[in-house]
């Protein structure tokens, strides 16, 4: 699977470097997914423990790359503080949810509604990654959807679901589209306030 997303406009070339925030609960597949998009293969790996475990930049092709950053969320409120100041200068959110674990999607939501409603992520655009599509008994992207309540998230942030396997790498790539694509949104919108003011 190849990096290539859509070229960055001219009148936006401080988004050359983009960062970007990987969340969800251990185990729901942060770091398969980053080795895939990094090594275009599905590579083994050890969960991780709660703590800031990866940093992964991926390039896109020229001199641009997105940054990833990776955190545990749940269970772990001594860490919060921490991942939440990275949150305030992230330019998105991915937030990566096992779709093959019906009984942790409760504890995922519980997260995921957290995250969006903090002050420090307000209009911050997130994917919300449905992970383990792969997997037989995996519910579908409109079954997550619903057990995650994304249709109430009625907030001034934008979010997108998206469905993808770490295995096959199927989804990665439009999902990062996407992501891009609310990202630029995002800054034209914030520059064309900031001229008006
Ligand atoms: P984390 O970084 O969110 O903690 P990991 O999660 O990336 O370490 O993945 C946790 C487990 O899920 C790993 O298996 C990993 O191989 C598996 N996994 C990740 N993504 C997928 C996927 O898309 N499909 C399937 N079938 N499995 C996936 P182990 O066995 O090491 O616990």
């Known amino acids: 699977m190849g990096n290539q997303l859509a070229p960055v406009p001219p009148f936006m070339p401080h988004l050359q470097a983009l960062h970007v925030v990987v969340v969800g609960l251990d185990a729901a597949g942060k770091t ?32 641009r790359a997105i940054t990833f950053q990776v955190w545990d969320v749940g269970g772990q409120e001594k860490l919060r503080p921490l991942w939440k ?18 009984e942790r999607l409760e504890e995922a939501r519980v997260e995921l509604h957290k995250i969006v409603r903090s002050s420090e992520n307000q209009g911050v655009p997130m994917l919300v ?11 579908s992207v409109a079954e997550v959807e619903k057990f995650l309540g994304l249709p109430e998230l009625c907030t001034s942030t934008s979010n997108h679901i998206q469905g993808c396997s770490a295995v096959s790498g199927q989804g990665l790539q439009q999902g990062l ?8 949104k995002r800054k034209k919108a914030l520059r064309t306030s900031k001229k008006k003011r």
């Open 177 to 184: 589209e996407k992501l891009y694509e609310m990202i630029l």
């Open 32 to 63: 398969s997914l980053l080795y895939r998009l990094k090594f275009q293969e599905f590579v083994k790996s050890a969960p991780t423990k709660g703590f800031n475990m990866e940093k992964i930049r991926v390039p896109l092709g020229g001199s």
């Open 129 to 139: 990654l449905a992970n383990k599509q792969d997997v037989v008994q995996a519910l």
């Open 85 to 102: 100041s990275y949150m305030r200068r992230t330019d998105g959110v991915v937030f990566v949810v096992d779709s093959s674990e019906a």
